[in-house]
């Protein structure tokens, strides 16, 4: 991503920036697997391995933090809803297992004019108290220039001699301030690297070179402890395309430093990572997207010798505040698996965390479960099963209910409902890798069925954690008409115990997609529709001014359990009904 949007923040506490140059990107990226990547070179360039030193520190540095949306945040540290870092933080997370911070520092806003663009005391000595806090807590410090790589740096290519003058100014004075800092201190050279009104990928890489040169020239020539530190150094947009890995691989030939690390950003396959076009599940696409970038990560830098940071990693639309979007088993599921693969490619991960992981005013985690299972992943494999959900109708007879485990290597334990463990044969049965639920144990756990979570079982397995599984009462959702204006309308909803998964959109005249997302009938939640209330379903205001006047569209409601509700919009002029018949 080249603009980090204050994206894991409640609604109330995100910044209002513009999003479209992001989602566009992040479309772009997400239909590359559609296209084969094309290599930089015709040969891939083998790079020249870092020192041992080096790869220790990195390996060392596994599992790490991001301190987001705070020294990043515009205009200060508490502008984008997260409270002053306090000390207490770091003994937190060092309690926690974490091993490193990244320290994400936007420096432009705090600068003086040129020649000098002199750094604000005031803001050197707050980061500056930050990073030696986290250090006295036995934390390595991953330090970087983050929204400067957008806000000014990407103008290097049409301002070319004041952009690199101001990057050279400032890193400058960064590297003087933590030059006698202990080695734990790692400096990264610029985040997301993009750039504006260039000819294309080849001047990108020209561009980026020259500003980590520079950047590697400062720190190196500053002296004390900076001769000698680690740094890192990231690929453009720390996108990990083949083309961008050898751009990075043809960079750390030519510098040939031993000290030096690379940086990508991983945030799952974009797709399943804002739920759109359907891609509701952690399936074998969404895997196999994972596998790919790792795998090339790993080919390109760490068989050969050079350590490998994933500086961030989380999933785009991972918010407790706004639950739904991405349902909670799958998410596990994805933590699970990149955790274990991380470690299978030898990568050092940095959870991204805007204050949507830790909350910051309690030091508690905000969902601990999906912790444990982060926390699980750094050191072992966990059993899951195909869903976590088990529905169970109210208004018809109780059947049995079957799951398919992925037991990813563990060995199922059996099932336990509290305190108490259930009987296989009586409960429930095993055969291969599926577990059925008998209908006896259903109705039982499932007492008068009430609509929503009725009871809460956990599948035990040799290792890792234990995989939740709700038993939910419901009946099929009811939908009402409704009417509204541009400004979206909302329709109300008696969702009886269920929970909206995706909506699909098409024109009845011609079948055609229905939706600001045009190249797909599952539109974009957030986008198109939320349903983050217990009384509705919203269709946005882009989705409405999407929509052609006067063509009826029909919507297909897809919810957890299975069940589909069709519904019907029109929109005249700023007028938008929508009907169930």
Do not use: C
Request: proline share 6%.
């Amino acid at each position: 991503m080249t603009r980090r949007p204050a994206r894991f923040l409640p609604r109330r506490h995100r910044a209002s920036r513009p999003l479209r140059r992001l989602a566009a990107l992040l479309l772009a990226v997400a239909l590359l697997p559609l296209v084969p990547a094309t290599a930089h070179a015709a040969d891939p360039p083998e790079p020249p391995p870092s020192a041992p030193a080096a790869r220790t520190m990195v390996a060392a540095m596994q599992p790490g933090w991001n301190l987001g949306n705070t020294y990043d945040a515009i205009p200060d540290e508490t502008s984008w809803g997260n409270p002053p870092v306090t000390r207490a933080l770091f003994r937190k997370l060092r309690s926690q297992g974490f091993r490193s911070i990244r320290v994400p520092v936007t420096w432009g806003i705090h600068q003086g004019a040129g020649p000098a663009y002199t750094i604000d005391p005031a803001w050197m000595a707050k980061v500056r108290q930050v990073v030696d806090w986290a250090l006295d807590e036995h934390l390595y410090v991953l330090l970087n220039m983050h929204h400067d790589s957008w806000m000014w740096v990407n103008n290097l290519s049409t301002d070319h001699d004041a952009v690199l003058a101001r990057y050279d100014a400032t890193w400058t004075q960064i590297a003087a301030e933590f030059r006698d800092e202990p080695s734990k201190l790692v400096f990264e050279s610029i985040n997301e690297p993009t750039f504006s009104g260039s000819s294309g990928d080849d001047e990108n890489y020209r561009l980026l070179a020259e500003l980590d040169r520079e950047f590697h020239r400062i720190v190196r020539g500053s002296g004390g402890a900076n001769a000698h530190r680690l740094l890192v150094l990231p690929t453009l947009y720390t996108n990990s395309d083949q083309g961008r890995l050898d751009a990075l691989a043809v960079e750390l030939t030519a510098l040939h430093d031993p000290m030096v690390a690379t940086t990508i950003h991983f945030y799952g396959f974009w797709p399943f990572s804002v739920n759109i076009a359907g891609y509701t599940r952690f399936d074998v696409t969404v895997q196999q997207d994972l596998t790919d970038q790792f795998d090339r990560v790993y080919n390109t830098f760490v068989a050969h010798g050079v350590p490998v940071i994933v500086g961030e990693y989380a999933l785009l639309a991972y918010d407790p505040d706004r639950p739904g979007i991405i349902e909670r088993g799958e998410q596990r599921k994805y933590f699970e698996f990149l955790g274990n693969y991380a470690r299978k490619r030898r990568l050092t991960t940095m959870l991204w965390d805007a204050g949507q992981f830790l909350n910051r005013d309690t030091l508690q985690w905000r969902d601990p479960e999906l912790f444990a299972q982060i926390r699980s992943s750094w050191t072992t494999r966990s059993g899951t099963a195909s869903t976590d959900q088990v529905f169970l109708p109210k208004s018809s007879p109780i059947t049995s209910q079957t799951l398919t485990l992925n037991t990813n290597g563990t060995d199922f334990q059996g099932l336990r409902y509290g305190s108490r463990n259930l009987l296989k044969g009586r409960d429930y049965t095993l055969s291969g890798d599926r577990l059925t639920l008998t209908s006896a144990a259903l109705t039982e756990l499932a007492g008068d069925r009430a609509y929503g979570v009725d009871a809460t079982l956990q599948a035990r397995f040799s290792r890792g954690v234990p995989w939740r599984i709700d038993l939910i009462g419901y009946d099929p959702p009811a939908l009402s008409d409704a009417a509204g204006n541009t400004d979206g309308l909302t329709i109300p909803t008696r969702f009886r115990g269920d929970q909206l998964a995706t909506m699909e959109a098409t024109y009845d005249s011609d079948g055609g997609n229905a939706g600001p997302a045009s190249w797909t009938p599952y539109q974009q939640w957030d986008s198109a529709f939320t349903a983050y209330t217990g009384d509705s379903v919203k269709l946005t205001a882009d989705f409405v001014n999407s929509l052609k006047d006067g063509s009826p569209a029909t919507l297909t409601f897809h919810f957890w359990s299975g069940a589909t509700v069709t519904y019907h919009v029109t929109r005249t002029d700023t007028t938008v009904t929508g009907t169930t018949a």
